[in-house]
């Protein structure tokens, strides 16, 4: 009987380093395709005419793009099932605000270190009050 009961339990951790390493075996090729499929992709639109300037969401499934075609830079709605023509942007209508995200990543804490210590700081200030 216990002959029995050990053989069942040898079974039993067989069959779940083989599940462990199928699933790793599943987790690794995974990885390769999405980098692969993603080689792909970024070698399609190298040196294209077509470029997706900027693009902001209005709604559910809805959104408003800007398109860089050739030179002209196009305005376009884009929906669900549908995208329409807008309007047509000269490049000097084209502004470049990313300098305003790096303005506004100075003012918040740059690692989790200086929020700790902020935190600690604040702490200390309440005890020594009360």
């Given at each position: 009987m216990n002959m029995i009961l050990c053989l069942s339990s040898l079974d039993s951790f067989v069959q779940l380093i083989t599940v462990l390493i199928i699933f790793i075996f599943v987790l690794i090729l995974t990885y390769f395709t999405t980098r692969w499929m993603a080689g792909i992709q970024k070698g399609r639109s190298v040196n294209k005419n077509l470029?997706?300037?900027?693009?902001?969401?209005?709604?559910?499934?809805?959104?408003?793009?800007?398109?860089?075609?050739?030179?002209?830079?196009?305005?376009?709605?884009?929906?669900?099932?549908?995208?329409?023509?807008?309007?047509?942007?000269?490049?000097?209508?084209?502004k470049d605000f990313s300098f305003m995200d790096s303005e506004?990543?100075?003012?918040?804490?740059?690692?989790f270190a200086e929020i700790i210590d902020r935190l600690k700081k604040n702490y200390s200030n309440r005890s020594k009050h009360e």
């Open positions: 470029r997706i300037v900027e693009t902001i969401h209005v709604g559910n499934n809805k959104m408003i793009s800007i398109v860089e075609a050739g030179k002209k830079y196009i305005v376009v709605s884009i929906g669900k099932d549908e995208v329409n023509y807008l309007t047509e942007l000269s490049p000097d209508d084209i506004k990543t100075k003012v918040q804490p740059d690692t």
